[in-house]
């Protein structure tokens, strides 16, 4: 059969992510490795954020406010340098 079929994925996007997207990714593996619930710290940090976390994607651009205020809710609720 000539050409891709129907069910390929498309190639991958840069591996290129932003400092913020990096550390949600840490964080999450943080809540995770620690066995914390999820939602609860999820929230926590948003609130201190003033950010959601599920909203955070690779391509989400840096700002530095965000990700100084994301570093430091990390630090205070998960104690993740």
Known sequence: ???PSACEFPPPRSLNV??????KVRIEDKIKADGLDA???RGQ???RTGRILALITP???DDPVAVAKLKQAAKDLLNLN
């Open 1 to 3: 059969m000539a050409g």
């Open 59 to 61: 391509g989400t651009a």
């Open 45 to 47: 940090i948003g609130l």
């Open 39 to 41: 939602a609860k710290m």
């Open 18 to 23: 932003s400092a913020l997207y990096d550390l």
